[in-house]
């Protein structure tokens, strides 16, 4: 009998579901990158909900984080399943521990403090116009951007001005922080860096769509398959290296020029688009690393 592999998902991206998002052709496009290589191994893809009852999960030697894009809204009841399962005997990839650390997007600070390039970022219980305000003269610009600490694909995000600042009265409504709008974002993209079991896999470059500044697929970001410089690689690797993990099954790392130099803008590690479609060797990478996951049961502690 094949080994049963769960790729956690929520109703915003399950096939059928009322709910999907317009975005969850990405859903589709992974998993079918994905099935068929752990099927030439042996194993099972098992779409689930990861908010499904727990006896769902019975006979699941693995679940991987997949495309739970609802866990930022629901953070603890989210870790609290992980932990479950885990509990149960049931490897998660990658691990609560991971998440935890990984889901505030405080850890920049911790990534900047082992040397790796991030954006000037001014970290607040919550953002108010005032902070705005503050903002342009902190970083001696004429233009912000406001996200939530815990946020995933640019929801509830927003940029301002200093000719057309925040409302009076407005406030984030949630733990924020307020970077300087970098205009590399629109005139040389993001880079994505795909890693798979600690070894690169493929890079991406994307870029919005012309006047958004957002480059996920939902605003009309644009995705482009690159061969990328030797010293950007290197800057990748060196933000992987950089991280207080080993032997993650997966990492994406984006970057942005900053000043000359890439500067990471996020480590996601939790359930990150892999850009199947970019990277036609995602699927036989991922259950090669996927594989060795399983038969040497190295988690961390």
């Known amino acids: 009998m094949a080994a049963r592999i769960g790729f956690l998902a929520c109703p915003g991206t399950l096939p059928a579901s009322p709910e999907r998002r317009s975005d969850a052709y990405e859903h589709d496009r992974q998993v079918d990158a994905l099935r068929p290589a752990l099927a030439d191994r042996g194993f099972e893809l098992v779409e689930i909900d990861w908010a499904a009852p727990l006896d769902q999960f019975e006979g699941l030697a693995l679940v991987m984080l997949g495309t739970a894009w609802d866990y930022q809204d629901r953070l603890k009841e989210f870790l609290t399943r992980l932990e479950a399962l885990e509990a149960r005997g049931i490897a998660v990839c990658n691990p609560p521990q991971v998440v935890r650390w990984n889901a505030r997007k405080t850890y920049l600070q911790d990534l900047a403090e082992r040397g790796a390039a991030t954006v000037p970022t001014l970290w607040l219980d919550d953002a108010s116009r005032g902070d705005v305000l503050s ?48 205009p590399a974002i629109a005139e040389e993209g993001e880079y994505s860096f795909v890693f798979v079991g600690g070894a690169f896999s493929h890079a991406i470059l994307k870029l919005p769509a012309a006047g ?82 399983l038969e040497t049961k190295v988690y961390y502690q």
């Open 135 to 182: 903002a342009f003269d902190r970083f001696g610009t004429d233009r912000v951007v406001v996200k939530r600490q815990v946020g995933a694909g640019a929801l509830g995000q927003h940029s301002f001005t200093r000719d057309d600042p925040p409302a009076a009265g407005w406030t984030l409504g949630h733990p924020a922080m307020i970077q300087p709008f970098l």
């Open 212 to 293: 958004d500044y957002r480059i996920q697929s939902m605003f009309g970001g644009i995705d482009t398959a690159i061969e990328p410089a030797p010293a950007d690689l290197a800057a990748a690797e060196a933000v992987l290296a950089s991280l207080p993990f080993d032997d993650l099954l997966y990492a994406r790392i984006d970057m942005i020029r900053a000043g000359g130099t890439l500067a990471v803008m996020e480590a996601e590690l939790i359930e990150p688009f892999l850009y199947p479609l970019e990277g036609p060797g995602l699927g036989t990478r991922f259950a090669e690393a996927l594989e060795k996951t």
